[in-house]
């Protein structure tokens, strides 16, 4: 892509996605730790699990990870993922960090093809185990921690599995603040399709996943260029 300025349009409106996002989970979530704390990240990421766009205020540790989670989820779901699909995943093992960060991936199609990915990884209060809030020193394997939630869709084509959704919620402490937190990152997830497919209107399909392309072209080249000085 030649037209710089155009590819710095599309820079930006993406990370303005992304702060967005941010803006909608802190407005909406329940638990402090996440409204307060901002213990939570949110990003952009390919069709096949590469980083697209981050904030400036993202935890480094979450966004790190996440394109490992997304990997994982595209592989274990290699051709069934769908419009209306949504997908949660901590595993530590797979991508995750430690089982309280919670990431919830949908995927975002345009003209009826997988273009993006739309990631909210927020730190939940608790997620089982035998410690209220899941952490604790006297642990000695990760089932004692929580609920390990390996790749795992639960929304397939708009329809909830909510069994699975009982079924790991009764397993928590604090439900009513876990569903919340869950509702924030549903809502926020919802938004971010809406705004891509605002982008994708403006720039084109193509346009618009051409620019991050190059972009992810470009941040390879500096990136490589200052390894090698």
């Known amino acids: 892509m030649n037209d710089l300025v155009k590819l710095e349009l599309i820079r930006e409106s993406l990370i303005a996605v992304v702060n967005e996002m941010r803006a909608n989970i802190i407005h909406s979530s329940y638990a402090p730790i996440i409204y307060e704390g901002h213990d939570f990240s949110c990003a952009l990421m390919s069709a096949d699990g590469r980083q697209v766009a981050q904030g400036l205020a993202d935890h480094p540790i979450h966004i790190f990870a996440v394109p490992y989670s997304t990997r994982q989820v595209v592989e274990a779901f290699a051709g069934d993922i769908n419009e209306g699909d949504l997908f949660l995943h901590n595993d530590p093992y797979t991508g995750g960090t430690h089982l309280n960060d919670v990431l919830l991936l949908r995927p975002v199609f345009w003209e009826g093809r997988l273009a993006l990915f739309a990631a909210m990884r927020c730190h ?3 997620v089982g185990g035998m ?5 604790s020193g006297r642990v000695n394997e990760v089932i004692q921690e929580g609920i390990r939630i390996v790749p795992t869709k639960f929304c397939d084509r708009g329809k909830i599995n909510q069994p699975f959704l009982d079924l790991l919620f009764n397993n928590m402490r604090g439900r009513a603040e876990r569903l919340g937190d869950y509702n924030a990152m549903i809502g926020t997830g919802r938004k971010a399709e809406e705004h891509l497919h605002r982008l994708f209107r403006r720039f084109g399909g193509d346009g618009l996943l051409d620019g991050v392309e190059e972009l992810i072209a470009r941040s390879e080249r500096q990136m490589r ?3 090698a000085e």
């Open 124 to 126: 939940w209060n608790d």
């Open 131 to 135: 410690t209220p809030g899941s952490l």
């Open 225 to 227: 260029g200052r390894i």
